[in-house]
């Protein structure tokens, strides 16, 4: 079947409509019509090849929301008329130690919701930048917000769950003080969940100007990062550190505020390589420098409901499919708060954004 998209044909080319193909239902298929789609630094880096290996046409867009509008002949968790959500991930082995665990992020076998090679026209995944997906009810995600947050919601698919892992893994709770570093489409969402985790949030900022919003986002105390002296004065303090920021910078920095055995986890990725961190900082108290990548269904499904039931969504921007160059360029120069999410009826010259 074919619907309407918005994609590339070559990394040096704006965006612009075109029709793709989506294929029918298999018997463990689900069919939703995209309401909305959140936009994420990995599409720009993706659809401007500024990471390798992209794939042309590219659909990005893998902050997926909408409604249920058929199911395969097997599917039980899902029917039609159901809001549900699908995130960086629409297939993957499901039978290796990874799957096993729920940790489909990390299958050798992973398929992205774009860009990842499979069998349907035109080879490879086309992501949600788009009216329509169908997708392996495995991936498929039930989302338990009130419809009018829907927008809103399709930011968690991504940033929320890139947040969220890193958080649980590491044991993020009470009696903890844990540092978010950026304040963007990430960090936001970082220092809301630690917040709603009942840690101790010390929000890292380079700009004094978003000091109110970390406040009233959650967080604890804010800290420019550029203040010598403030960074200096919560040396060794902290337990954990989330740094969301997806450009190089000085690791060592931040290092330094971890506490013995405190980890930082780098969710952040820029397109080109950080600095190497002095050993030192590691060796020293038995620091460690670790990563993150996005999550498995079932904790990607266990956010939503935290989520859900704290009341917590993104900060969005809403926009229009023939406005995310414009919007790309805007979120290069930090300005967005946080999260710019395509209204997907704007693909068929509706909508209001």
Not at 20 to 35: C, F, L, N, W, Y
Not at 156 to 176: D, E, F, M, N
Not at 187 to 197: F, Q
Not at 312 to 335: F, H, N, P, S
Request: net charge negative; charged share 20%; hydrophobic share 40%.
């Amino acid at each position: 079947m074919t619907v309407k998209a918005y994609g590339a044909h070559a990394g040096d080319q704006p965006l612009e409509a075109m029709e793709i193909t989506r294929r029918a239902p298999g018997a463990h298929d689900v069919q939703i019509e995209i309401a909305f789609c959140g936009v994420c630094h990995s599409d720009l880096h993706q659809v401007r090849s500024e990471w390798p290996g992209t794939l042309y046409p590219c659909v990005p867009g893998h902050e997926i929301v909408g409604r249920v509008s058929a199911v395969g002949a097997h599917v039980k968790g899902f029917k039609t008329g159901e809001l549900v959500g699908v995130g960086c991930i629409v297939d993957s082995c499901q039978h290796c130690e990874d799957c096993d665990a729920g940790l489909e992020n990390y299958c050798d076998g992973m398929v992205g919701t774009y860009n990842s090679p499979i069998a349907d026209a035109p080879g490879h995944t086309l992501g949600g930048y788009s009216q329509r997906i169908v997708v392996h009810e495995r991936y498929v995600l039930r989302i338990r917000h009130p419809e009018a947050q829907l927008a809103a919601v399709a930011p968690l698919l991504c940033a929320g769950i890139t947040t969220w892992s890193p958080l649980r893994h590491w044991k993020v709770g009470p009696g903890q003080k844990v540092g978010i570093v950026g304040i963007g489409g990430l960090g936001h969402m970082g220092v809301k969940l630690a917040h709603a985790l009942g840690a101790h949030v010390v929000a890292f900022t380079s700009s004094e100007s978003k000091r109110a919003a970390a406040l009233a986002l959650g967080a604890d105390e804010v800290v420019v990062s550029r203040d010598e002296d403030a960074m200096k004065a919560r040396r060794k303090s902290l337990d954990f550190i989330l740094n969301t920021v997806a450009a190089p910078h000085d690791l060592d920095a931040y290092l330094a505020l971890l506490k013995r055995d405190g980890t930082m986890s780098l969710v952040g990725a820029p397109a080109s390589p950080h600095p190497s961190p002095q050993v030192f900082h590691l060796i020293m108290k038995r620091r460690k420098l670790a990563g993150s990548m996005i999550g498995g269904i079932p904790e990607t499904q266990e956010m939503l409901d935290f989520c859900a039931e704290h009341g917590i969504v993104a900060d969005i921007e809403m926009i229009r499919a023939e406005q995310i160059d414009a919007a790309y360029e805007r979120m290069l120069r930090g300005d967005v708060k946080y999260r710019f999410v395509i209204d997907s009826a704007s693909l068929a010259g509706e909508g209001s954004a």
